[in-house]
């Protein structure tokens, strides 16, 4: 019994070594060009057991696309210090107000050219925002959006100073929790957000990455989100942006792929039901994956997007 006391404890040492590791690669990105990711599923045994216990170096998005039309870059600054990089664009048409875009995890402000791109044709300045430890931002890692609502604030007072009376924001992701935590977090009064496939809880998402990853959702996610939570000095169980959206009270269009394999249609559910308005909708992409929805069903999303634009608070059911 004494042996078997020691092989058990041995054994849950390990796993939260490994869970630890994994919590760790997870929130930090490398600058190393040269990296690349070895999958689990590679066939040397030795790299698959060490990869599935000690998780996979992610190598940091640079920003390698360029606005096709002209921009502005905009800094702002963090409470920390962190120097956060922007692309402020007008719009050629009839001005109608600003959209601020928020990319998601492991992405970076050019990603999100062509979906500034509707909304510029829509008459609608944009500004685009890299997250701390994304793209031309500062930092190499990230708090999974617990402190990235701070982005949001900035970006919003930003475009506020400019005298901006209709703003919108838009996030995929990462970019949509953030938006929700930051309606929360400060109390932010934007004329309308669209959010796409935003995750219910840290756990949920750290479950989503197991799924990936060919492990079982739990202990894995139980074990990520603790240790999560301590390397970046918050409650990890507590992070729940389904909750947070009991504070959302302006108008908001929700969009989600059902075929989505990091965000689960209960998630999604929740998260609607939770918001506080009644001025909300949701639409649903049937065989879409984890994906920007501009790219995928165009014509479907520039359909949704404007009736949104041109009368936010008639999305009421």
Known sequence: MKWVGWVLLFQLILINISASLHAWKFTHFYRDPALRAVHPSSRNPLVRTWKLFSGIRFPRQLVTDVPQFPVDTVLLRTRNHLNIKAWFGRTDSLHRGTVILFHGLNMNKGMLLPVASEFRYLGYDVLLVDLRGHGDSGGDQTSL?????????????????????????????????????????YGLQPEGILLESPFASLQYHLMARSRALGFPEQPFGFLVTLWTGIEQGYNGFRYRPAEYARDVHCPVLLQWGDADRYVLREETESIFSHLATTRKRLVVYPGVDHELLALRHPAVWRSEVERFLRDPGATAP
């Open 145 to 185: 959006g617990y402190r990235e609502s701070e982005e949001v604030r900035l970006a919003y007072q930003y475009v506020q100073a400019r005298g901006e009376q209709h703003i919108f924001l838009w996030g995929m992701s990462l970019g949509s929790v953030i938006i929700i935590k930051a309606l929360h977090d």
